[in-house]
């Protein structure tokens, strides 16, 4: 039947395909999905509170102490239900009339947000918040269950921002606080504070910060074990505009920047300034060609030798940009370190009377290397300090603070790739599996409320899960870890939840192929527990298999025990089967033969199967199996039977149904067992007939649209016919059934994506979703399953 539905779909593949080629893999689908209400969480909100931002873990007093909006929290670190201690900070009325005069928004701005938390020596805490507009700080101590805020109001302007909307960064390192925010109540003055007996900050210059963002900072102990008497160094990780690109528009680029810990500032130049800041483009490179993409967060795995240390850091495609897309990559403390200590500098050149470039620096370098802490060669040439630094080494560093390299990921690419609502926050376990070996588990927020948990098998991406933590769609503001428990704070509240559910794997089959470290199943006890770290575990009793996701250790299961359900003659009857896995594809048989999805007479869904307008041909033994492909094999398992044996009876009663012993399944819609001769029933038919003729008329009219879009296209060369053939061959002959995999939750998935879902349902390329596309490959071979499958369709 050559209907419209096939010209339409034929052009919107073709058209979609070519414009996303690129991008097929990187629809990584999460193997499961725990909705909200499946989700066991801890949760802790109040009322009246909002932006649960700030979190310390004291763990010397079991705390997680959290800050919010005009509010501070002692919560219990092993149950975050119970608070045992708060402490109101609010803005005086003074204050906020003098916010609200300035313009700003009573409710929204001219509050007290508690942005900085830490720890001092003593246990006393230091914290700043917003202030109205006023940046303010104080001390906060814990005494006999009891959180006080010690009034020594402080001013808190280089240590937190003005504006709550603005992000900022800051650690404590030896009592000396470090601190990236704005200075000013514009927001248009960046700084690098270091509060400390020497005060140091950032030149006012648009070569050193250029309207940044800053996300994350931390230190790394670089004077232990070095030969070169190196010292320590905090990093700080930001977005800023580039000035070294040509570009019509701002361009946001990413930054890694860095200052030596023992800086003391210029004598004459540089003067309570740094001099040791050097700052250099982060690379994340998607495969598609993008604007580069922005630093959201970052996350420091410290390792005991500091040169194995690794910064996570998730990314997101630009706001300019059309599709919204996230990447994570790493960076080694040593590839950074190396870009700052042995890179070229970038320079200022002017061409063409006023415009200046930036380019590479070739000239001779000062000694000592500007930028570089004071090490054993400078004390033996005599520089002790930075106060030492002859002023040619200064004059340098002031005028050229940024590296000509790029610091590039670990592998040159990113260890996990997502489209679709945009990642926002991020977090890294390292988990010790059951062969002694320590994997990265990346747990990463996004701005729906989800936590994604997801690791690189030697480059392939594999997402264990999305967790769904928050009832509303809000953005994961801030994640922390500590013990295996993982704690999110959002605008509403603050949960708390474990690293893994092993009970949630309910099969061998569920619990192998869910490659999940924190997991194994246990042969004996016949349940998937969590991996113990100690030692003595005997591995034989565990199957676990991360890297191949090899599950034929696996024992076989006992028979799937059929279930007897009543067919009602003209009925529509839905038959539930619930697949393991969102990888998995759910297939139907019927008195055994394959139910087709392209018959009419049957809807398949990815969880259950409805048979419209059910006649005594219908009756008999339907069995739902699932296909898991895994690493080249596929796990075939039978979910459900059904036996569905004809009622002759016209009305059927509850009582009726339950004196035979037919009790339906408390899931099924009772609906439709128990009214037979539901006259809208036929209504919907009937209406379902006429909406199918729009419906065609609808397609048709649009797939003229799309082929006059589409010549058009070729016509102006927006997309050439080889780029639409030379797409890679499937690797895999699997019908993955992506377009039954519905994100309900995802109202940010937008619906181009969805189509781009449909259309391309045999291109997960799940066997190495890696995005390096075969270019070498000279055939050009025509994706077949894409119309194979369209074939079916078109015979609905
Ligand atoms: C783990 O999952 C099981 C099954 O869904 C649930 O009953 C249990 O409460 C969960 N445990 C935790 C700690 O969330
Ligand atoms: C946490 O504390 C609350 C309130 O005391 C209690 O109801 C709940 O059962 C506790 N949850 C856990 C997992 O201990
Ligand atoms: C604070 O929470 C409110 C309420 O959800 C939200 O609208 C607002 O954007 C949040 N403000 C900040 C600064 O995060
Ligand atoms: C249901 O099937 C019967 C025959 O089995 C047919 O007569 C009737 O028209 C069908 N009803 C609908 C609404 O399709």
């Not at 890297?547 to 034929?552: C, F, I, Q, V």
């Given at each position: 039947m050559y209907s419209p539905l096939l010209f339409f779909i034929v052009f919107h593949c073709i058209f979609l395909a070519c414009a996303y080629s690129g991008w097929s893999n990187l629809n990584i689908i999460p193997r499961k999905t725990i909705q909200y209400e499946d989700n066991h969480v801890i949760t802790f909100k109040e009322k009246g509170v909002w932006n649960y931002s700030t979190m310390l873990i004291r763990e010397d007093l079991g705390l997680l102490v959290l800050g919010a909006r005009e509010a501070v929290y002692a919560l219990d670190i092993n149950n975050i239900s119970i608070a045992k201690s708060k402490v109101l900070w609010k803005v005086t009325e003074e204050k906020q009339k003098e916010c609200t005069s300035k313009g700003k928004h009573p409710d929204i701005d001219c509050r007290n947000y508690v942005r900085m938390l830490h720890q001092m020596n003593d246990g006393v805490m230091y914290a700043c918040g917003t202030n109205a507009f006023s940046p303010t700080c104080d001390f906060i101590t814990y005494g006999d269950g009891q959180l006080k805020l010690e009034g020594k109001q402080e001013d808190g302007r280089g240590k937190c921002p003005f504006d709550p909307f603005q992000r900022s960064s800051s650690i404590m390192v030896d009592q000396d606080l470090y601190s990236a925010t704005s200075l000013n109540f514009l927001g248009s003055e960046p700084v690098i504070l270091r509060t400390s007996s020497s005060t140091l900050r950032t030149v006012f210059k648009s070569s050193w910060l250029n309207e940044p963002n800053f996300v994350y900072m931390d230190m790394v102990p670089e004077s232990e074990d070095s030969p070169e008497g190196d010292d320590d160094k905090v990093y700080m990780f930001f977005s800023e505009n580039a000035v070294e690109y040509d570009f019509y528009n701002k361009l946001v680029v990413s930054r890694v920047a860095r200052v030596c810990k023992g800086d003391m500032g210029g004598q004459r130049t540089l003067q309570r300034k740094w001099t040791s800041f050097l700052k250099a483009r982060l690379d994340c490179s998607v495969p598609e060609p993008s604007l580069p993409y922005i630093i959201q967060d970052v996350f420091h795995v410290r390792h005991k030798k500091w040169r194995k240390s690794v910064f996570y850091a998730v990314f997101t495609s630009q706001a300019s940009s059309t599709d919204r897309s996230s990447a994570v990559c790493a960076y080694t403390v040593t590839d950074i370190s190396e870009v700052f200590s042995r890179g070229k500098f970038k320079t200022e050149v002017t061409v063409e009377m006023s415009d200046v470039k930036w380019v590479m620096y070739n000239g001779e370098l000062p000694v000592p290397r500007p930028g570089a802490c004071i090490n054993n060669a400078a004390r033996s040439s005599g520089i002790m300090r930075s106060l030492d630094l002859p002023d040619k080494t200064l004059q340098f560093i002031r005028d050229r603070p940024l590296m000509d390299d790029a610091v590039r990921p670990i592998t040159g690419k990113p260890l996990l790739l997502k489209k679709g609502p945009l990642l926002t926050r991020l977090i890294v376990d390292q988990v010790t599996a059951s062969d002694g070996q320590s994997y990265p588990v990346m747990f990463v927020g996004t701005e729906n409320g989800y936590v994604q948990k997801a690791v690189n098998y030697d480059g392939e991406i594999h997402i264990i899960e999305e967790v769904k933590l928050f009832e509303n769609a809000e953005p994961i503001d801030v994640l922390r870890l500590h013990q295996n428990r993982l704690y999110a704070g959002s605008a509403s509240g603050v949960v708390q939840m474990p690293v893994s559910n092993c009970s949630r794997y309910s099969s061998c089959l569920d619990c192998v192929l869910a490659r999940d470290p924190y997991c194994a199943w246990e042969s004996p006890a016949q349940r998937c527990s969590r991996v113990a770290t100690s030692p003595e575990n005997a591995e034989s009793n565990l199957i676990q298999s991360l890297?191949?996701?090899?599950?034929?250790r696996c024992p076989t299961t006992a028979p799937v025990e059929p279930k007897i359900r009543t067919l009602i003659l003209g009925n529509n009857i839905r038959l539930l089967c619930h697949p393991d896995s969102n990888l998995a594809q759910v297939n139907w048989n019927f008195a055994g033969k394959p139910l087709l999805y392209s018959n009419r007479k049957y809807t398949i869904y990815n969880d259950a199967i409805l048979i419209y307008n059910a006649s005594i041909a219908d009756a008999g033994l339907y069995t739902c199996t699932s296909v898991e492909w895994a690493k080249g094999r596929d796990y075939i398992q039978t979910l459900a039977i059904y036996d569905l044996r004809e009622q002759s009876a016209v009305v059927v009663t509850d009582k009726m149904i339950t004196t035979l012993g037919i009790l339906p399944e408390s899931n099924t819609p009772s609906s439709d067992l128990h009214k037979p001769e539901d006259p809208s029933l036929y209504l919907k038919n009937q209406s379902f007939e006429s909406k199918w003729i729009v419906m065609q008329v609808t397609l048709a009219v649009l797939s003229v649209m799309m082929a006059c879009l589409l010549i058009w296209n070729l016509y102006m060369g927006h997309i050439s016919l080889f780029m639409c053939c030379g797409r890679q061959p499937l690797k895999s002959p699997r019908n993955v059934p992506e377009r039954e995999y519905m994100h309900t939750e995802n109202d940010a998935v937008d619906s181009k994506q969805q189509t781009v879902m449909l259309c391309l349902t045999t291109n997960s390329d799940l066997e190495a979703p890696s995005f390096h596309r075969n270019t070498t490959n000279g055939e050009m071979p025509t994706d077949v399953h894409i119309f194979k499958y369209i074939t079916d369709e078109s015979e609905i």
């Open positions: 890297k191949n996701g090899d599950a034929t």
